[in-house]
């Protein structure tokens, strides 16, 4: 089993709607969690981190839940310059402050 | 101003040769890394460094070698024992601590390519 998974999409959804992401991960001993969003060909940039009361930052929301070990990501109104690839991020402090990525989920807003 | 460079952006090189892929920050993060992408793919850790002198292997580290002699620098060897070398390279570091805010500031890639 992958240390960190995701659905890999694309998900293509129209202009306005709301989209959800999951993210599992299997160390239980994670201790911070991350949403990276990467556009094409480009390095991947911090969106937002995730906190344990769940935050908030404009359009988008992330959860955690540590019991069920997913982290969540929910877009709301999408625009077309949304679009790019998700990517969910684990650190664990067994073996040094590992920083692991998920495969990534692909968006497509359209008009 | 602090930032992550990585260079060069575009490598070619012949199939049996060794590259060495350089990572320099100027951020005073003690941790830095260093992951492979392939089309379509995540990000695959090939190897990560905490101090000066010491580093880890991640999930993919046969066929490349690291050094960390300087904490600002942190260049990645493909050697010819990696079979599949052409790929994306990115290089992160972040500061040491598990906060939830220390996030990982990337480079902007090294793109090789070997014929």
């Known amino acids: 089993r992958k240390e960190v998974e995701q659905d890999p999409g694309p998900f293509n959804v129209p202009e306005g709607a709301t989209v959800a992401f999951n993210c599992t991960y299997s160390?239980?001993?994670?201790?911070?969690f991350f949403w990276y969003r990467q556009d094409c060909r480009k390095e991947p940039k911090l969106l937002m981190s995730?906190?344990?009361s769940g935050n908030e930052d404009g359009r988008f929301t992330a959860q955690l839940n540590r019991a069920s070990q997913y982290i969540s990501l929910l877009i709301r109104d999408s625009k077309l310059s949304d679009s790019a690839t998700y990517l969910c991020?684990?650190?664990?402090?067994?073996?040094?402050?590992?920083?692991?990525f998920g495969t990534g989920t692909q968006l497509k807003v359209e008009l | 101003d602090g930032g992550i460079t990585q260079s060069p952006k575009y490598l070619f090189r012949k199939e049996g040769q060794n590259v060495t892929l350089s990572c320099e920050q100027n951020?005073?993060?003690?941790?830095m890394y260093w992951y492979r992408q392939d089309p379509g793919q995540g990000l695959r850790l090939i190897y990560y460094?905490?101090?000066?002198?010491?580093?880890q292997k991640g999930d993919i580290a046969e066929g490349y070698s690291v050094s960390r002699e300087k904490k600002e620098s942190f260049p990645l060897t493909v050697t010819s024992a990696q079979k599949n070398p052409t790929a994306f390279y990115l290089c992160?570091?972040?500061?040491?601590?598990?906060?939830?805010?220390?996030?990982?500031?990337f480079g902007q890639g090294t793109r090789l390519t070997v014929v």
């Open positions: 951020l005073n993060h003690d941790a």
């Open positions: 995730v906190y344990s």
């Open positions: 160390n239980s001993a994670s201790q911070s």
């Open positions: 460094s905490q101090i000066v002198n010491d580093f």
């Open positions: 992160a570091s972040k500061y040491r601590g598990w906060d939830r805010d220390t996030e990982a500031f």
């Open positions: 991020v684990v650190t664990s402090t067994g073996g040094g402050n590992k920083l692991t």
